[in-house]
């Protein structure tokens, strides 16, 4: 069984982890542009796709910067940051399905970014679920 400052911990690794990973992803997709097409994102190689991209770029290195300075300020808020996170791709998920967005490039990015938030979701919810059990006991 988990405790919460267990959890905590787990949380505040993930997020470090995704934080690395999004100043990685950051400098492919504006620094090394056309590889991560070819690689990852096999969209057309026209410049609007590719200004997307490097769009995503810039922000995969702000929120990885974002990620480092509240590891730095305050770990213990590294749980609702994953909630966040969660949230949010949940939200943009739902918003294209919405508005008939679907893709016709293979990207298999999308399998990473599948891990990305499933683990943002999981390590969220037990953290939070752990807490609640551990208040519970102790009320």
């Given at each position: ?19 690395i ?8 997709h504006?620094f ?15 410049p609007d ?15 990885g910067l974002?990620y480092?300075l509240i590891l730095k ?34 990207f298999?990015?999308?399998y ?5 938030l ?13 807490a ?8």
């Amino acid at each position: 069984m988990f405790t919460k400052e267990k959890m905590l911990r787990i949380n505040i690794v993930y997020l470090w982890g995704l934080a690395i990973l999004d100043l990685i992803r950051g400098f492919l997709h504006t620094f090394n542009i056309n590889w991560a097409n070819a690689t990852f994102a096999q969209m057309e190689s026209n410049p609007d796709g590719l200004m997307m991209l490097g769009a995503f770029g810039i922000s995969n290195i702000l929120t990885g910067l974002l990620y480092l300075l509240i590891l730095k300020k305050d770990k213990t808020i590294a749980p609702y940051i994953l909630a966040i996170i969660s949230i949010a791709y949940v939200f943009g998920a739902v918003g294209l399905k919405l508005q008939g967005v679907q893709g016709d490039s293979s990207f298999y990015g999308r399998y990473m970014m599948l891990v990305y938030l499933g683990g943002s979701i999981i390590l969220s919810v037990m953290y939070f679920g752990t807490a609640f059990r551990q208040k519970k006991l102790n009320a």
